[in-house]
């Protein structure tokens, strides 16, 4: 089975994944959602709370597991997975893949119309080479 890594939103917390995390352990996957700095549980000062630092978390997380994992981000959690896709160094050599559902696209979020609309979230996959 598949390990899943799931990054919340702005404004909101690892709870927000309760249904999926049920779903996905129910099916014999392994899942993480972790709080990121400054939100849900988390007691991280907001003056303390930067990009920086929201990454740092995730790459923590992913670094807690040599297994691979599918990172699911939502809205800013999307930026928070590319940007550890970047940053984690026990990460290099992974593949980060970002795209919303085709059916969950519209006209306005596609990045190639001229509104300069673009994606609100995103799913990254990693793939570790040992």
């Known amino acids: 089975m598949a390990r ?4 919340h939103g702005a404004f909101s917390g690892a ?4 249904p999926l995390t049920d779903h996905l352990k129910a099916a014999g996957h392994a899942v993480a959602a972790f709080d990121l700095p400054g939100l849900g549980d988390d007691k991280t000062p907001a003056s303390e709370v930067t ?3 929201c990454v740092a978390r995730l790459c923590e997380v992913l ?4 297994e691979p994992a599918i990172v699911v981000g939502n809205s800013m959690g999307g930026v928070i997975a590319t940007q550890a896709a970047a940053r984690c160094p026990e990460r290099r050599g992974a593949r ?3 795209r919303l559902p085709a059916k969950e ?3 306005s979020s596609r ?4 509104s300069g609309g673009g994606r609100r979230s995103g799913a ?3 793939h570790h080479r040992r």
């Open 51 to 53: 990009l920086d630092r």
């Open 96 to 98: 980060l893949r970002n």
């Open 15 to 18: 709870w927000i994944w309760g």
């Open 4 to 7: 899943f890594v799931l990054v």
């Open 63 to 66: 670094a807690a597991d040599s």
């Open 124 to 126: 990254g996959q990693y």
């Open 105 to 107: 696209r519209s006209e």
């Open 111 to 114: 990045p190639d119309k001229a």
